[in-house]
């Protein structure tokens, strides 16, 4: 039986001062989040590991997020944050990545102004030394950032890539044909796997699973359950719906899967992918 993974979940401490986008006007989520916060929500959903995501674009931060992770049995592994533009880019990772619970690292391109800084020259060094290091990439993009993500995965077919929040594609205006597209190439043209998270916050107030079954269902159609992975997102996902909202959300627009398909997407496949 696969375990239940949470395939993404952030803990952020204020003081630490480098979360550059976390300001006082997102009040339900400007204060500290621990691992003591979500052990409840957790444990209320029999949810056996969470990968911990970088919220902040430091390295600093990447040693902090160890940290928790060395002193939290269920935190089974940590996506974190380098320079992928800094000629030690590659030293730092192999650094980093001499800790077993580092599993991948993820540059915050959707917070970057170049929509085409991934296919900079100057990452190819980081970019390679993902795959030497085998280890993996997680795409913070907008659907603005999909076709340079396909011509970047064209030239790296090897390198281990989820797409986070499946790119948050914008339900709140209904906009859809252009990011399905892109998503549909995407599934068809690379290995790349999807997070399923982080719905809820795009899409509008008072939302219903109504409001991401046509997201959901092409993700499902495109990727397929083998290729999906759930993650909450939290404490992200509180500014749309609590952890457990979410939660059901998820298994009812899944509903109609196998029992192994459901278990794939909700932990094996994040099991595989992180190698956790």
């Known amino acids: 039986m696969a375990p239940s993974i949470d395939a993404h979940v952030h803990f952020w401490q204020l003081s630490r001062g480098d979360y550059g ?12 989040f621990a691992p003591d916060d ?5 444990r209320g959903q029999g ?5 911990l995501v970088q919220a902040a674009a430091t390295v600093a931060e990447t040693e ?16 974190g944050w380098v320079d992928f533009a800094d000629r030690t880019a590659p030293a730092e990772m192999a650094r980093l990545a001499a800790n077993p619970r580092l599993k991948g690292f993820r540059p915050m391109i959707q917070d970057i102004p170049d929509d085409d800084w991934m296919l900079r020259a100057d990452l190819d060094p980081a970019f390679r030394a993902l795959l030497d290091l085998d280890l993996c990439f997680d795409a913070l993009t907008l659907p603005r950032h999909l076709k340079n993500l396909l011509l970047l995965l064209e030239r790296h077919p090897d390198l281990r890539t989820v797409i986070c929040h499946g790119s948050k594609p914008r ?12 998503m549909t190439a995407l599934a068809r043209e690379t290995r790349a796997l999807c997070k399923l998270s982080g719905l809820v916050t795009e899409a509008a107030a008072g939302w219903r699973a109504a409001d991401l079954r046509p997201y959901v269902d092409h993700l499902l159609v495109t990727f397929g359950a083998d290729r999906l992975i759930w993650g909450s997102d939290w404490p992200v996902c509180t500014l ?3 952890y457990d909202a979410w939660r059901a959300a998820a298994v009812s627009l ?3 899967l196998s029992e192994t ?6 932990g094996g496949n994040a099991e595989r992918f992180y190698r956790l």
């Open 254 to 256: 899944t509903a109609d």
């Open 261 to 266: 398909e459901k278990a794939a997407v909700f």
């Open 240 to 242: 749309a719906a609590s």
């Open 47 to 51: 949810i056996d590991g969470v990968v």
């Open 64 to 79: 902090y997020m160890l940290g928790l992770a060395a002193a939290t049995p269920w935190v089974k592994g940590v996506v």
């Open 21 to 32: 986008w976390l300001t006082p006007d997102l009040a339900a989520i400007y204060r500290d």
């Open 38 to 42: 979500l052990e409840p929500l957790r």
């Open 171 to 182: 339900i709140r205006d209904r906009a859809f044909e252009a990011w399905a597209a892109d």
